[in-house]
């Protein structure tokens, strides 16, 4: 992957830069496979079923959007 296409939102929502960005970064990961589990619970125990709706939308959001904000941070911050 060269630098451009990594910080492209197009080219982040792509599968396979997703999971090259996954296999690289194994601690936001972990991560993010908690919250894609806790967020729903979560929600159903605060809101009821639509927190789990919500808890799902944030999840999925998340587990797509996570490389390209990541990636964006590491250029404004270079000590990330």
Do not use: C, W
Not at 29 to 36: C, D, E, K
Request: aromatic share 12%.
């Amino acid at each position: 992957m060269n630098r451009h296409s990594e910080l492209s939102f197009t080219g982040s929502l792509k599968s396979e830069q997703r999971r090259t960005f996954y296999e690289h970064h194994k601690p936001i990961a972990v991560l993010m496979i908690l919250i894609l589990f806790l967020f729903p619970l979560i929600g159903v125990f605060v809101i009821g079923a639509p927190g789990a709706v919500l808890g799902v939308v944030i999840s999925v959001l998340g587990y797509y959007l996570t490389p390209y904000v990541v990636l964006k941070l590491r250029d404004v911050l270079p000590s990330l």
